[in-house]
């Protein structure tokens, strides 16, 4: 019964996505809203229920399987992409480095005047010791 439970929690969420990028006409797919809806939800309830729990559990000792139906459609766009294959090369460079510039940033910022060094840092004096 949990594993019903989880189940139901996730689709429902993927359809409320679903349903939210149809009436809304936005550019973003409706599961990608659905976990974002799952994420608010979770931070609301303060933890993961049980059914949800073991459904995830189930599904991330499986995960390889899928990535089957995105090497698929690879496979079966490959003329279309080999002949972007440079511009698909370059902006998957750029944004990756704008990423990790962006990551710096936004890391020095929300940690500034927090620690100035490991000493500081209880944890890590624990670890030491």
Known sequence: MPLLVGMSILLGCQLLGEIITQIFHLPVPGPVIGMVILLISLMIYGRVPEGLRITTNGLTQHLAFFFVPAGV?????WPLISQNLLDIIIVLFVSTLALQ???VVFM??????????????PVFKEKQS
């Open 108 to 121: 020095k910022k929300s940690l500034q005047g927090k620690l100035q060094n490991h000493d500081e840092d």
């Open 101 to 103: 510039a962006f990551m």
């Open 73 to 77: 459609g690879v496979m079966a766009n």
